[in-house]
Structures are given as structure tokens and as C-alpha cells.
């Protein structure tokens, strides 16, 4: 499969700490995205990381991507409740093919 | 509210028929994806159409297809529908095509095969 793989698979933090999640692919790609999904809701996009860029953020989120290792990271800051959610990364390859990863479900305890 | 809608939100069906999906994208969105959400198999990313023409293909099936209209709306049709294509069925657009732009999903459609 050219899935990415995400990790952890479920990730509970109290509010107020930071949440990492990480996710790993398999082929070259153009860009990773990351969305997040409220249970049975459609998702929303909350960034989009080139295959030239390292790092990047966005508010409370920082991504970086490791293109050697074929692997990327999304950082919440200060967490928050209503941050509880899953949250993918996706991948478009150079083959123009899109793949999402297995997300991580986070729960953030109030 | 991603200003991209879908009906029907809930689709209850038997084994063997046929369906199918509508999705409206954003104003001014010329890109509409398909994707498919299911326990077993994750976010399946299933077609994308650019201006009415097909752009890229994931795993879609053959019992799948797709279009987009002129006016930019699109449809999925499955059909000899089976057990395992319960699913939820998310529709996506974009301004550009799929290299460089995010996608903004709608609801999505629930579909129940018995």
C-alpha cells in the first residue's frame, strides 16, 4: 500500500500540553497535507507542505517534513478540547496520485 | 459550513442496485474529488475531475464511475452495489487541480448497503 502511516494511532493529552503526531509515506511525493475530521464530519484541511519546504506553520500548528526519511510531523501547541479530533496527512505523489495516511484520533481531556 | 454540498446525506440500499451521489462544489472551484471512508480501508481516494475532464484515478472500482457536468457539478454512480461499499462517500473541490491547492470536503453521504 502507499498509504502513509500515521503514529500514534490514538494519542489522549490533557488540555494545555502539545500533541505530536507523525506520519511516514512510502514514495516521492509533491506535497503532504494535513486535515483534521470531527467525528463522522467531513475534513478540513489545516495545511499544506511542499516537497521544497521543511518546515512550516500555521497559529498553534508547526509542521516539518523530512523528505530523506520520507516522513513528517504536525505539532499542536497549547492544546485545546476542542482540538479532540483525527487528523491525517495526506500525500500526492509524483504520480499525481493522492493517498491518505490511517490518522491518529486525539482526545484532549478539559 | 466548506460551501461544497452532497446529497443525499444517508443512502439505505440492498445488495445489487444501483446509486448514485451528487456533490456541488465551491463557487469558483473547477476541481471535484471523490473518496471513500470505510472501517477496513481508511480514506480510499477515488477519482478527481478538472473543468469535466478526469484528471486522476485512484482506487475506484469499475462498478464506479464519475462525471462533472458543465456546470461543474458532479455525480458518482455505483452500481451491482455490495456489501462491503457501506461506506461514507466525501466529495471534495478545489480552485486548481489537485499539485497545489487544498481541497475543501463537504458532509459527506452515508451509504448502507443490506
Known amino acids: 500500500s502507499q498509504q502513509g502511516e500515521e503514529d500514534p494511532q490514538a494519542l489522549s493529552i490533557q488540555e494545555g500540553e502539545n500533541a505530536t503526531m507523525n506520519c511516514s509515506y512510502k514514495t516521492s511525493i509533491n506535497n503532504l497535507q494535513w486535515y483534521r475530521q470531527n467525528s463522522g464530519r467531513g475534513l478540513v484541511h489545516l495545511i499544506l507542505?511542499?516537497?521544497?519546504?521543511r518546515e512550516k506553520h500555521s497559529g498553534r500548528l508547526r509542521v516539518t517534513l523530512d523528505t530523506s526519511k520520507k516522513s513528517s510531523s504536525l505539532l499542536i501547541t497549547a492544546s485545546r478540547a476542542a482540538d479532540t479530533a483525527s487528523y491525517f496527512c495526506?500525500?500526492?505523489?509524483?504520480?499525481?496520485?493522492?493517498?491518505f495516511g490511517t490518522g491518529t484520533s486525539l482526545t484532549v481531556i478539559p | 459550513d466548506s460551501g461544497v454540498t452532497q446529497t443525499p446525506k444517508h443512502l439505505i440500499t440492498a445488495t445489487g442496485q444501483r446509486v448514485t451521489l451528487r456533490c456541488s462544489p465551491r463557487s469558483g472551484d473547477l476541481s471535484v474529488y471523490w473518496y471513500q471512508q470505510s472501517l477496513d480501508q481508511g480514506l480510499q481516494f477515488l477519482i478527481q475531475y478538472y473543468n469535466g475532464e478526469e484528471r486522476a484515478k485512484g482506487n475506484i472500482l469499475e462498478r464506479f464511475s464519475a462525471q462533472q457536468f458543465p456546470d461543474l457539478h458532479s455525480e458518482l454512480n455505483l452500481s451491482s452495489l455490495e456489501l462491503g461499499d457501506s461506506a461514507l462517500y466525501f466529495c471534495?473541490?478545489?480552485?486548481?487541480?489537485?499539485?497545489?491547492?487544498?481541497?475543501?470536503f463537504g458532509p459527506g453521504t452515508r451509504l448502507t448497503v443490506l
Open positions: 495526506a500525500t500526492l505523489n509524483t504520480g499525481n496520485q493522492f493517498y
Open positions: 507542505i511542499r516537497s521544497n519546504e
Open positions: 471534495a473541490s478545489s480552485v486548481g487541480t489537485i499539485s497545489y491547492n487544498e481541497q475543501f
